[in-house]
Structures are given as C-alpha cells and as structure tokens.
C-alpha cells in the first residue's frame, strides 16, 4: 500500500523568498504524484500531477516539482511567494491500474507569509 | 456546469442516529471517493468506486457503508454516528478514459458534528 510523508507541519516564509515543500512517498512501483492545494474554507484545487517522463513538472501559479526516484520525493517549489500563497498544501500518491485509483494525501503542509 | 454536488453542508447527529451523505457529479467520471479530513491529519480515503456497482476500501473504511448504483451518485452512509465521526466530509470525482489526467475534482465539503 502506499503512503505519504510531509514532514513539515507549518511553514513561515517572508513574502518575495523561495518556497520548498517537501513529500516523501513510499510505493513499490513507479508512482502517480499529484500536489493540491486548500486555501481557508475551501475545497482542493490541483497544482500540479507527475505521470511518466520529464521528472520537472510546472504547474499553476508559478510552481514546480520535481520526481526524484532516489530519494522517493516529489517536493514542491516556487522561486517567489506571495501573500496570496498563504494555504495548506497537501502532496498525494496514487497507485494501481489507473491515475486516480485510490489516491491517498499526506497530512499537509500549513504555509504562512510574513509580510 | 455543476461539477461535483454534495449535501447537506453541515449536519449535526446524536450518537448512534444514521444518516447519509449525498454525492453527484454530472462529469460522468468512472472514479467516485470519499475523504475527511480532521486537522493535522490531511484527507483520509473513505470508500472509493471505480464505476457502477464497484466500491472499495480506503484507509479508515470502518462504521461507513457505501454503493454505487449509478456513473453519478455515490452516497456514504453512518449506520450508527460516533463521536469520532466528527470531521469535514468531502467527495471527489476523476475520469479515469484515456486522456483523463487523473485530476480529483472535490464537492464543496460537508461538515458533520456528532454529539
């Protein structure tokens, strides 16, 4: 089965400095690796997804991620913040025959701006 | 264009009352699931449903049942509430046809409080 580790629970950033997030996944076979995001009182929005191929992934917003087999991380970047970035961010892993069976989410990275 | 539909938004149980959550997507998504989501935990998988008349397991599947009678509906049903049951609900589709990118669109949330 798998699963997904965001080992940072609450991030503090000053607003215009880089952004890295990290997920740790484990899965036996070449994974599905998504990352979604939840602004206040809101549903989930998708950022970005990794299928297959280019291990550099763009995604809305201005954010990357990038596949690292090696080290079973798909982390989450963006070379400058903004306010509006303030949300928790969620990293998922899916597995089976197809991308969207049983999706499983980590617990979530909470990211706060410092103004 | 709907998306995905749930109901009620918020609802408040005693212990051992059952009621059902209801979710519809007019998407005509194969991939049907359901999450809660309980603070510093992330979303956890309910049930999920790959078509009509397919329902599996996720991670914390105990004290919900689930059917899938139909491409649009997948209601999740409390057969006896518990206090621990306690949490924001939130149902997501996905096509899973070729081309699809395995994207989760999410209903809106349901918060239940069982008391």
């Known amino acids: 089965a798998q699963s997904v580790t965001q080992p940072d629970i609450h991030i503090t950033v000053s607003e215009g400095a880089s952004l890295e997030l990290r997920c740790n996944y484990s899965y036996g076979a070449t994974p599905y690796l998504f990352w979604y995001v939840q602004s206040p009182g809101q549903g989930l929005q998708l950022l970005l997804k990794y299928f297959s191929g280019d291990t550099l992934v763009q995604g809305i917003k201005g954010f990357e991620a990038e596949f690292k087999r090696s080290q079973s991380s798909f982390n989450l970047r963006k070379p400058s913040v903004h306010w509006s970035d303030a949300a928790e961010y969620f990293c998922a892993v899916g597995a089976g025959d197809s991308s969207a069976s049983k999706i499983i989410f980590g617990s979530g990275t909470r990211l706060s701006i410092r103004p | ?115």
């Not at chain 2, 992330?42 to 105990?62: C, F, K, M, W």
């Open chain 2, 1 to 115: 264009n709907a998306g995905v539909t749930q109901t009620p938004k918020f609802q408040v149980l005693k212990t051992g009352q059952s009621m059902t959550l209801q979710c519809a997507q007019d998407m005509n998504h194969e991939y049907m699931s359901w999450y809660r989501q309980d603070p510093g935990m992330g979303l956890r998988l309910i049930h999920y449903s790959v078509g009509a008349g397919i329902t599996d397991q996720g991670e914390v599947p105990n004290g919900y049942n689930v059917s899938r009678s139909t491409t649009e509906d997948f209601p999740l049903r409390l057969l006896s509430a518990a206090p621990s049951q306690t949490s924001v609900y939130f149902c997501a589709s996905a096509g899973l046809a070729g081309g699809d990118t395995g994207e989760l669109f999410f209903g809106e949330g349901s918060r239940l409080t069982v008391l």
